[in-house]
């Protein structure tokens, strides 16, 4: 089992950055995989990227070369960077984790993009 924390949502405008960041309540470095899913509203939750527990990261194709995952195993904490940020990046952002057949989820953490 694990908890999952998220921080640094926000408010920002188009093209700026955010660092959304995932605290887990316990060591990380032997779960194999952890992620970020967006949800917009009304609709249903989408995955946006995976680090694994290597370091090898995977991105949706709507992200890929904007945003960044990354995953620092002696904080116990995944990261999002995103960059140049445009308004139908507005989300709910959720991370996980999989461990053995279970997947975890924190409370997610509002993004919003706007001038």
């Known amino acids: 089992q694990v908890q999952l924390v998220e921080s640094g949502g926000g408010l920002v405008q188009p093209g700026g950055s955010l660092r959304l960041s995932c605290a887990a309540s316990?060591?990380?470095?032997?779960?194999?995989?952890m992620g970020w899913y967006r949800q917009f509203p009304g609709k249903q939750r989408d995955w946006v990227a995976t680090?694994?527990?290597?370091?090898?990261?995977k991105y949706a194709d709507s992200t890929e070369g904007r945003f960044t995952i990354s995953r620092d195993n002696a904080k116990n904490t995944v990261y999002l960077q995103m960059n140049s940020l445009k308004p139908e990046d507005t989300a709910v952002y959720y991370c996980?984790?999989?461990?053995?057949?279970?997947?975890?989820w924190g409370q997610g953490t509002q993004v919003t993009v706007s001038s």
């Open positions: 996980n984790a999989e461990i053995m057949l279970n997947v975890f």
């Open positions: 680090v694994t527990s290597g370091g090898g990261t």
């Open positions: 316990r060591n990380i470095a032997s779960i194999n995989l």
